[in-house]
């Protein structure tokens, strides 16, 4: 019974495709968020979703697009991807101060 | 700009040991703060919390301290286990808003 679960765990994709990365919580939260950890394991949050609506957009390229179909899930579609966009993908909920993160999703754009 | 960062990358203790990470954080008006466990292939696990109110918190081996005046924040993890060697993240949550900001992490490396 996972709590926050993403699927697929590993994508490799070449240059210039499109790919989504999807996202489920069971947890009843209402706050969800895409994290993005590079190669030096830094975190950075890209987009929180709250109940079905954006409130956090950080300085993403507009090839990332978040959809948030209702408050359990958040997908997180990629355009024309790039080499840079190599990373280990996180999704997380939250209600109040309780976060929860799924295992993430390697992503290795060649 | 907002940041957290961490004084060391990596930490190497022997086993039965005391660990201590340290945390440096910039934004003054953050009132939680979160230490994360990273294992190799898994999401970010939490640890223990302390919120601005707060110098000091104890969990079960773990203890959180909160300097304000220098904000300084540390994770010390008594008789350090092998089960412990994982990355290690602070993270600062602003008043009114949910986003994390989370530090560049500290590797902790327990030798048997």
């Known amino acids: 019974d996972t709590a926050v679960s993403q699927t697929p765990k590993y994508l490799v994709t070449q240059m210039g495709n499109d790919k989504s990365i999807k996202c489920e919580q069971n947890l009843g939260h209402d706050t969800m968020y895409w994290y993005k950890q590079d190669s030096k394991k830094f975190l950075k949050i890209m987009f929180s979703y709250n109940n079905k609506e954006l409130i956090i957009n950080e300085t993403v390229p507009n090839r990332f697009s978040p959809k948030s179909p209702d408050k359990a899930h958040l997908n997180l579609h990629i355009n024309s991807l790039e080499l840079g966009d190599s990373a280990v993908y996180f999704c997380?909920?939250?209600?109040?101060?309780?976060?929860?993160f799924g295992s993430g999703t390697r992503l290795t754009v060649v | 700009g907002e940041s957290v960062g961490l004084h060391l990358p990596t930490l190497s203790v022997q086993e039965g040991d005391n660990s201590i990470i340290n945390c440096a954080y910039s934004n003054s008006a953050s009132d939680y703060f979160i230490w994360y466990k990273q294992e190799s292939g898994k999401g970010p696990q939490f640890i223990i919390d302390i919120r601005s109110n707060m110098d000091k918190r104890q969990g079960q081996r773990v203890t959180v301290l909160l300097n304000k005046t220098v904000k300084h924040l540390s994770l010390q993890i008594a008789a350090t286990q092998p089960g412990d060697s994982a990355v290690y993240f602070c993270?600062?949550?602003?008043?009114?808003?949910?986003?994390?900001?989370f530090g560049q992490g500290t590797t902790l490396q327990v030798k048997p």
């Open positions: 993270a600062e949550k602003g008043v009114n808003t949910g986003k994390l900001i």
């Open positions: 997380a909920s939250r209600r109040q101060a309780d976060y929860t």
